[in-house]
């Protein structure tokens, strides 16, 4: 198959593009002439027959951009098994096939429908192969040939990093470096000037220029002033097709600044300056400002201020700030119209960072006189010292003197002065001063452990200027004296082992004193000598401030003491010296071989025997269990308990308890208990009713002339026998009681158990006869037998 390109290039290519092809390379992204070839079919032997040569052709071209109104021609493709009568079909697949490209299926001529772009896309692979329209079936195997798009001038330089802004320093030499620009074009940089870009600069010179192939800005001009300009905007045209006529063009603009360095030197503005200070300006305090200019910027203007020279050079003081780079003049001592009244200096300002590349324009500093004016003012007292440190004793008397405070007026009329101590509402006041003499006492009685040190502010002033003041600071230091006596450092918790041998030193103790050193170590340690000495422990003084406690004897006991109390003395070095007393407890504890205490408390007991902390536990738990079961056992056996009575009509008495307050004689209505104090005043005998009883019934009259004849005695025992010989009676024990106080006393009976059945006859005026101690209750019985006869 052979393919006919109308392209401008096609009568180069087409000598190119000849090549021999062979049978068998079906894969091979070409086209082929196929005729006197045998095509391998499935199922059939291949033959072999000497090919024969035919026109190759690869690739198409076409141009990008076309705007005709008909599709663009780009090539034929033709089979050599084409005779021309119609009966080869030509088929085209592959990217673009039916929508970009499109074929004449009978001529093989290829068009393109849309316009393209090359920028978009640069090639298109397409497959091409020829049929047999009546048969369907290939005449040659399918190819692949490649449709190249042509680049056209279509796109015009661009810099994609633009606008810049770029920075140079002042004073460069000619030929600087500034900045690199590129442009970027997008058509196709193999074909043609299309992407060949130039450089020029449009905007920009005499002090800047472009170098047209690299596009690198440089400074065109020598020693370029930033005092002078310090912007500048160049524009600079990027051009295609090599820069000739027809090329498309680009541009871009580069912001310059230059940059400071420092080639100015500082200038005051004058030569001669007056400054007028009050002599009752403060020391310390800022009293004027003076400034020289400097034309550079940032650290290139920074400088100092200093006094070269002057009759106020040790009076006065000048520093910079470095914000406003002005020189701060101050008072280094008080100003004295009377004495001086002005002032001469020479200052000077100078850069801190130097060039030395421009110290050919130096020098970089300058200098100016300053005069000053000492102006004269009415001055307050001015005290004879600066400040005052006074000393009194502690626990000293109310109104003793603790020093004096001086001012005076420093003016020529020399006015009396005043004082007074400045004190805050809140603040006590323990100290007082004349206001004539200066003279400072106490008003109250001052302790140096409470507060060892007082600042108070004094002040003065003019008698016939009371607005007018000065202060002074006066410290008042508060002398030790032996007013408190040593005593233990800290609450010491001693112990000792029970191995414990004599001489062992088991603690070591201090002291600790309030007063001043002077009046407190060294301390002295001992036993009170008006007790009687202790046989368990000892004191040594170790002469350091400290003292050791140390045993007398060998082994303790916890089971015989488990504490022991140490009384001791703590003397100080004080004139006159202090003494304490205190008393030390000493623990007996179980301790290791090597002394480390094991337990000081009571369970160390069970463990020596060998019981350990969890069989502790186990028989504490059995202990509760067993508890537990014996409480379960009696709660049950309550529970289940029947009762052993029917009714209360049971032969066998009965024992009531009940919780009711003594009621008087009313209480014989809720119970009748005559039959249990009075055999004379019982029922017929009663029986149980839940059993038949054997012995013969008695008819009521005979049991009750029975009860009166016997006495209680005998009733007590015929119930007893009753009980025991009764057979019906059930196995269990009965608690039958009788009472009975006596029958037919002379003195006859106080109770009033009686009194609800019976009526007593007995006279009750014989009380009156007992004395004092029956009136009461003959007045009773008095009243009750009126009330009886009424």
């Known amino acids: 198959m052979k393919i006919t390109s109308t392209s401008c290039i096609c009568p180069v290519l087409v000598c190119l593009c000849f090549v021999q092809r062979c049978y068998g390379t079906a894969h091979h992204s070409s086209i082929k002439v196929t005729r006197n070839q045998t095509k391998h079919i499935e199922g059939e032997t291949e033959v072999h027959h000497r090919p024969k040569r035919g026109w190759v052709w690869n690739q198409f071209f076409v141009l990008e951009e076309h705007m005709g109104p008909d599709p663009q021609y780009v090539g ?74 042509q680049d056209i001038n279509d796109n015009a330089p661009k810099f994609t990093d633009g606008p810049y802004i770029v920075t140079v320093p002042e004073m460069s030499d000619m030929g600087t470096s ?62 295609d097709m090599a820069g000739q006529v027809g090329g498309l063009s680009g541009s871009t603009t580069v912001n310059i600044t230059l940059t400071d360095v420092n080639d100015n030197p500082p200038r005051f503005p004058q030569k001669h300056y007056q400054l007028y200070v009050p002599e009752s300006a403060q020391v310390g305090s800022a ?115 603790v020093g004096t405070v001086l001012a005076q007026d420093p003016d020529s009329a020399n006015s009396l002065v005043r004082y007074f101590i400045e004190y805050n509402a809140e603040d006590d006041r323990f100290f007082n001063i004349d206001a004539n003499t200066g003279i400072i006492k106490t008003t109250k009685v001052l302790d140096r452990e409470e507060t060892p040190w007082y600042n108070i502010t004094v002040a003065a002033s003019e008698k016939d200027n ?47 004193d309030k007063d001043d050193f002077a009046n407190g170590p060294r301390f002295n340690f001992f036993l009170d000598e008006r007790l009687s000495i202790n046989p368990n422990f000892t004191l040594k003084d170790n002469e350091d401030n400290t003292a050791s406690i140390l045993t007398r004897r060998r082994r303790f006991s916890r089971t015989i003491q488990d504490v022991y109390y140490l009384p001791i003395m ?43 902390t969890g069989a502790l536990i186990a028989i504490l738990l059995c202990v509760v269990i067993l508890l537990a079961i014996v409480v379960l056992f009696i709660t049950l056996r309550r529970s289940k308990k029947e009762p052993l009575i029917i009714s209360e009509e049971d032969v066998r008495e009965n024992v009531v308890t009940y919780d009711d307050e003594g009621g008087g004689e009313e209480d014989t209505e809720a119970f009748d208990i005559t039959a249990l104090r009075n055999p004379s005043a019982a029922e017929e005998l009663k029986y149980r009713r839940d059993i038949i009883p054997e012995v013969n019934l008695t008819p009521r009259h005979q049991t009750l002339s029975t009860l009166e004849s016997i006495d209680v005695q005998e009733f007590i025992k015929q119930r007893l026998a009753e009980a025991d010989l009764d057979p019906s009676v059930p196995p269990y024990d009965s608690l039958q009681t009788y009472a009975y106080e006596g029958q037919r006393s002379e003195a006859g009976s106080i109770s009033s158990l009686d009194s609800a059945t019976t009526q007593s006859d007995q006279d009750y005026h014989y009380l009156g006869d007992w004395g004092p101690e029956f009136k009461k209750l003959a007045e009773l019985y008095g009243e009750i037998e009126s009330e009886r006869t009424t």
């Open 287 to 401: 009293v004027g400002k003076i400034k020289a200019n400097d034309a550079d910027t940032g650290s290139n203007a920074d400088m100092t201020y200093s006094i070269i020279n002057g009759d106020g050079v040790g009076i006065f003081s000048i520093s910079t700030d470095k914000e406003t780079r002005e020189g701060i003049l101050s008072l280094k001592k008080p100003l004295n119209y009377e004495k001086k009244k002005s002032y001469t200096l020479n200052i000077e300002g100078a850069n801190t960072h130097l060039d030395f590349r421009f110290s050919h324009l130096g020098p970089f500093k300058d200098a100016t006189m300053l005069k000053i004016i000492v102006g004269d003012v009415d001055e307050p007292p001015l005290f004879s010292m600066p400040s005052y440190v006074m000393e009194v004793y502690e626990n000293a008397k109310i109104g003793t003197v």
């Open 76 to 149: 034929k493709l033709h089979s050599n098994s084409d005779k021309g009568d119609g009966s080869v079909k030509y088929i085209l697949t592959g990217e673009g096939a039916g929508t970009i490209f499109i074929i004449d299926d009978t001529t093989g001529d290829i068009h393109s429908t849309k316009s393209l772009d090359r920028e978009q896309k640069t090639h298109y692979v397409l497959h091409a192969q020829a049929i047999d329209r009546r048969t369907n079936k290939p005449l040659e195997p399918e190819s692949e040939f490649i449709i190249k798009v």
């Open 466 to 512: 009371p607005g007018l003041l000065s202060h002074v600071a006066v410290g008042i230091r508060v002398l030790d004296v032996n007013d408190n006596p040593p005593e233990l450092a800290r609450e010491y918790d001693i112990v000792v082992c029970e191995n414990s041998k004599p001489g062992q030193v088991i603690h070591t103790i201090s002291a600790t």
């Open 178 to 239: 500034v900045l690199q620009v590129t442009a970027t074009d997008a058509d196709d940089p193999t074909y043609g000037n299309s992407a060949r870009v130039v450089y020029s600069i449009l905007q920009g010179q005499p002090y800047f220029s472009v170098d047209p192939k690299t596009g690198v800005i440089r400074t065109a001009l020598h020693n370029m002033d930033r005092e002078a300009r310090e912007h500048y905007s160049v524009v600079i045209q990027a051009k």
């Open 570 to 612: 703590i003397s100080d070095g004080g004139i006159p010296s202090l003494s304490s007393s205190s008393t030390l407890t000493i623990r007996v504890c179980a301790c290791e071989r090597d002394g480390r205490v094991r337990t000081c408390h009571a369970e160390a007991f069970l463990s020596s025997a060998g019981l350990s």
